[in-house]
């Protein structure tokens, strides 16, 4: 509830960087039921700290935030989860990082990535994945674009260095 989030936020307020109300609420539609109770969890969570960022995440979907402004709802960050599963997807990379980066500054909300993930490259040998990875993570990163971005399912064999984009 909106009050249950308040009070986690509250509680554990320096330990919080941020609020995600509905993870990947956007990617498909968003439901009539979910507005109310979304502007609720909003100013719920601003009531007890009101420099939190609050934001919801898509995935190269930036047209659910139209929707979203359209409704009212309001939202401090634009969020965004990026998942390459292929090699044939690397150069997406960069594309979903400028897509999101350029909605964001149209908005005026700084852009962030939450979930960043090679799902089935895991399935390649350490070896091959040693060459895959570092293109994947210049992609992103060098654009420069993203102020902060999540890496989602640590495993050793995706730990890059973010100066030298090196690992493994």
Not at 68 to 86: E, N, Q, T, W
Not at 99 to 128: C, D, G, H, Q
Not at 138 to 158: A, D, G, H, I
Request: hydrophobic fraction near 40%.
């Amino acid at each position: 509830t909106p009050e249950q989030t308040a009070t986690l936020v509250k509680r554990y307020r320096e330990l919080i960087e941020g609020v995600e109300i509905d993870n990947e609420a956007l990617i498909f539609q968003i439901f009539d039921e979910d507005v109310q109770y979304w502007k609720d969890v909003y100013a719920a969570v601003k009531s007890v700290a009101p420099n939190m960022p609050v934001h919801w995440t898509t995935h190269t979907n930036t047209g659910a935030f139209e929707r979203m402004r359209a409704l009212g709802i309001p939202f401090d960050r634009v969020g965004a989860h990026a998942y390459m599963d292929s090699v044939e997807n690397i150069p997406s990379g960069k594309d979903y990082a400028l897509a999101i980066a350029n909605y964001a500054s149209k908005v005026n909300k700084p852009p962030l990535i939450t979930e960043w993930n090679w799902r089935f490259l895991t399935r390649m040998t350490p070896e091959a994945r040693a060459a895959v990875y570092p293109p994947i993570f210049e992609n992103v990163l060098k654009t420069r674009c993203l102020p902060e971005v999540y890496q989602f399912q640590f495993q050793e064999s995706l730990a890059m260095a973010s100066r030298t984009l090196r690992g493994i």
